[in-house]
C-alpha cells in the first residue's frame, strides 16, 4: 500500500524511544531519561512575551513563505556577524530545521547520486538522504580522532556520483567539533571536486574547552556551494517552536522553497515574531544555559569512567556522550535491558547509524540530580549484565 521510498528508511530512533518514555511514565512507572536531545530550560522569558504580544496583536495569519522580513533580516546580520558568512536577507529561507534538511536533499539530490554523511550520524540525514532517491556513502568516525569529520577520510569516499557532503558540528551523537584545519580541508575537497556541502550548525553556541565553531560557508570559494542550516532549538530552548532557517545562494533558497510554498507554506506566523526577539534581544540566557551544560557535561562523563565497560572521547560540544560498551549485546537489546532494569532511557546506538551499534548515547540535558541518580543506575545494572 505504502510507497517503496518508505521502505527504505524507519522511524526516528530519538522520537521513538521519547515515545516509550511518555507512555511509560503514563503507567505511573519512574523512568529518568537520558534520552532527550533537547534542553531542559525553560525558553527565556522575552522570547515568550514577544509571542505572546504578536498573539494580542492578531499577528496569527500567513507570512511570505520564505519567512517575515525582519527575522530574515535578523538571521542575515547574525551570520554575518556571528559566522562570518557573507550574506543577506535574500539568501535566507526561514523553516525548521528537520525541514530544511528534508527538503534540501529533495531539492539537491537525484536518483543516483550520492551524499556523504558521517556515521555514526542523526538518523534524519540518512533518512532524508534516501527518501530524495540517492544513495548514502558512510563516512566511519573513530575514537581516535575524536569522531571528527576529517578530509582523509571523505576523500576515500569521493566517487563519480559524489553530489554532496553532509558535515555537522558540533555533532549528534558525539557531541565532536571540527577543528580550522578539519573544514578547510574538506572546503578544498568540495572545491576541487566541484561537490555540495550541507553543514547541520544548529549546535554551534554549545561547545566547551576551547573549541571554536567555524561555519565552512565563510571561507573563500564555499558560500556558492554551501547550505547552512541552524535554528533556534537548541541555543534559546525552543525545540517546541519548531524553527531555524537555511542561508544559502539565492537560486538555492529560490528552489528550496518551492518545496515549502507546497508543504509548510510558511513557519507559524507568531513564532516567527519571537525568533526575531530571540536573535536581537538579550543573550545572557545563552551564557549561561551552555555553563551549565559545560558542568553537567563534567559531572556525567565523570561518572561514565567510573563504569568499567564504558568508554568514549570527552565531548566538545552539544550535550551527549556516545560510549562505546563492552557486552556483546545489540544496543536495541541493551538499551532495552537499562530501562526494565534500571527504569533508565537512553537511545541506542543503532539509532544513529552502523558504526553507532555497539554504543549508547547519553543526554546531558538533564539536571545535575536526574544524571547522578541515572548513571548510579545504569552502573549498578551494567555490573550484573550476563557474560
Known amino acids: 500500500?505504502?510507497?517503496?521510498?518508505?521502505?527504505?528508511?524507519?522511524?526516528?530512533?530519538?522520537?521513538?524511544?521519547?515515545?516509550?518514555?511518555?507512555?511509560?511514565?503514563?503507567?505511573?512507572?519512574?523512568?529518568?531519561?537520558?534520552?532527550?536531545?533537547?534542553?531542559?530550560?525553560?525558553?527565556?522569558?522575552?522570547?515568550?512575551?514577544?509571542?505572546?504580544?504578536?498573539l494580542n496583536e492578531h499577528f496569527t495569519h500567513y507570512t511570505p513563505s520564505a519567512g517575515i522580513p525582519e527575522l530574515?533580516?535578523?538571521?542575515?546580520?547574525?551570520?554575518?556577524?556571528?559566522?562570518?558568512?557573507?550574506?543577506?536577507?535574500?539568501?535566507?529561507?526561514?523553516?525548521?530545521?528537520?525541514?530544511?534538511?528534508?527538503?534540501?536533499?529533495?531539492?539537491?539530490?537525484?536518483?543516483?547520486d550520492e551524499a556523504i554523511i558521517p556515521d555514526p550520524t542523526w538518523g534524519t540525514f540518512d533518512a532524508c538522504v534516501r527518501l530524495a532517491g540517492a544513495t548514502p556513502r558512510y563516512l566511519?568516525?573513530?575514537?581516535?580522532?575524536?569522531?571528527?569529520?576529517?578530509?582523509?577520510?571523505?576523500?576515500?569516499?569521493?566517487?563519480?556520483?559524489?553530489?554532496?557532503?553532509?558535515?555537522?558540528?558540533?555533532?549528534?551523537?558525539?557531541?565532536?567539533?571540527?577543528?580550522?584545519?578539519?573544514?578547510?580541508?574538506?572546503?578544498?575537497?568540495?572545491?576541487?571536486?566541484?561537490?555540495?556541502?550541507?553543514?547541520?550548525?544548529?549546535?554551534?553556541?554549545?561547545?566547551?574547552?576551547?573549541?571554536?565553531?567555524?561555519?565552512?560557508?565563510?571561507?573563500?570559494?564555499?558560500?556558492?556551494r554551501t547550505i547552512t542550516t541552524n535554528g533556534l532549538s537548541k541555543t534559546y530552548a525552543m525545540t517546541g517552536w519548531r524553527i531555524g532557517w537555511i542561508v544559502a545562494p539565492v537560486e538555492v533558497v529560490k528552489e528550496i522553497n518551492k518545496l515549502q510554498t507546497h508543504s509548510l507554506t510558511c513557519v507559524t506566523s507568531f513564532v516567527q515574531k519571537a525568533a526575531v526577539e530571540a536573535l536581537t534581544g538579550p543573550q545572557e540566557s545563552v551564557g549561561k544555559m551552555v555553563n551549565e551544560f559545560h558542568t553537567r557535561r563534567d559531572l556525567m562523563y565523570g561518572l561514565m569512567k567510573e563504569i568499567p565497560s564504558l568508554r568514549c572521547p570527552r565531548p566538545?560540544?552539544?550535550?551527549?556522550?556516545?560510549?562505546?560498551?563492552?557486552?556483546?549485546?545489540?544496543?536495541?537489546?541493551?538499551?532495552?535491558?537499562?530501562?526494565?532494569?534500571a527504569h533508565v532511557a537512553i537511545t541506542p546506538g543503532s539509532a544513529f547509524g552502523p558504526s553507532g551499534e555497539g554504543h549508547l548515547r547519553l543526554s546531558?540535558?538533564?539536571?545535575?540530580?536526574?544524571?547522578?541518580?541515572?548513571?548510579?543506575?545504569?552502573?549498578?545494572?551494567?555490573?550484573?549484565?550476563?557474560?
Open 1 to 54: 500500500m505504502v510507497s517503496r521510498r518508505l521502505g527504505s528508511v524507519t522511524e526516528s530512533g530519538t522520537v521513538r524511544i521519547s515515545n516509550i518514555v511518555s507512555k511509560l511514565r503514563q503507567e505511573g512507572i519512574d523512568v529518568l531519561s537520558l534520552s532527550m536531545g533537547e534542553p531542559d530550560f525553560p525558553t527565556p522569558d522575552n522570547i515568550t512575551k514577544a509571542c505572546v504580544a504578536a
Open 72 to 112: 530574515r533580516k535578523a538571521v542575515a546580520a547574525k551570520s554575518v556577524k556571528d559566522n562570518g558568512i557573507r550574506c543577506s536577507e535574500n539568501n535566507v529561507l526561514i523553516t525548521p530545521t528537520k525541514q530544511a534538511i528534508f527538503m534540501t536533499m529533495f531539492a539537491m539530490l537525484d536518483e543516483g
Open 140 to 224: 566511519k568516525l573513530i575514537p581516535e580522532e575524536e569522531y571528527r569529520i576529517t578530509p582523509e577520510r571523505i576523500a576515500e569516499l569521493i566517487t563519480k556520483k559524489t553530489k554532496l557532503i553532509l558535515i555537522n558540528s558540533p555533532s549528534n551523537p558525539c557531541g565532536a567539533v571540527l577543528t580550522k584545519k578539519d573544514i578547510q580541508g574538506i572546503a578544498d575537497l568540495a572545491m576541487d571536486h566541484d561537490l555540495l556541502v550541507f553543514s547541520d550548525e544548529v549546535y554551534e553556541k554549545i561547545i566547551y574547552d576551547g573549541a571554536m565553531h567555524h561555519s565552512i560557508a565563510s571561507l573563500d570559494g564555499m558560500f556558492d
Open 316 to 341: 566538545k560540544g552539544a550535550f551527549y556522550v556516545f560510549p562505546k560498551y563492552d557486552f556483546n549485546m545489540r544496543s536495541d537489546d541493551l538499551a532495552a535491558y537499562l530501562l526494565e532494569k
Open 364 to 387: 546531558y540535558a538533564a539536571s545535575k540530580e536526574v544524571i547522578t541518580e541515572a548513571m548510579g543506575r545504569i552502573g549498578e545494572a551494567l555490573a550484573k549484565v550476563p557474560a
